[in-house]
Nanobody, 125 residues
Framework: VQLQASGGGLVQAGGSLRLSCTAS????????MAWFRQAPGREREFVAA????????YYADAVKGRFTISRDNAKNTVYLQMNYLKPEDTAVYYC???????????????????WGQGTQVTVSS
């Protein structure tokens, strides 16, 4: 499985960006797709996840109410709509995927086998 992330950029605080992650797998039954981020000098952290079958979504507390994760079946793509961005959202954002997760482990970086390249998001104050 290959993941291709895009959509990062520079935006002012309060603005919006939409990240995309397109996957090459033929079928996503039972897959979780997620976004993580890593700010300079910090560990990579969970942002949001989407359970392909059923459409359940999961968010980190820091982004709940501002970010929305969604999918486009036809394009094998997961989106991360980021609204009301803050300077502390500045980070490299990575998409990740795995087919063997359970809900209790979706926030754990080590549980994902497939990763896309990062895309830089910079929020200016």
């Amino acid at each position: 499985v290959q993941l291709q992330a895009s959509g990062g950029g520079l935006v002012q605080a309060g603005g919006s960006l939409r990240l995309s992650c397109t996957a090459s797998a033929r079928s996503f039954s039972r897959w979780f797709m997620a976004w993580f981020r890593q700010a300079p000098g910090r560990e990579r952290e969970f942002v949001a996840a989407y359970k392909w079958t059923g459409g359940s979504t999961y968010y980190a507390d820091a982004v709940k109410g501002r970010f929305t994760i969604s999918r486009d079946n036809a394009k094998n793509t997961v989106y991360l709509q980021m609204n009301y961005l803050k300077p502390e959202d500045t980070a490299v954002y990575y998409c990740a995927a795995d087919s063997r997760l359970i809900s209790s482990s979706i926030r754990m970086e080590s549980e994902y086998d497939y990763w896309g390249q990062g895309t830089q998001v910079t929020v200016s104050s």
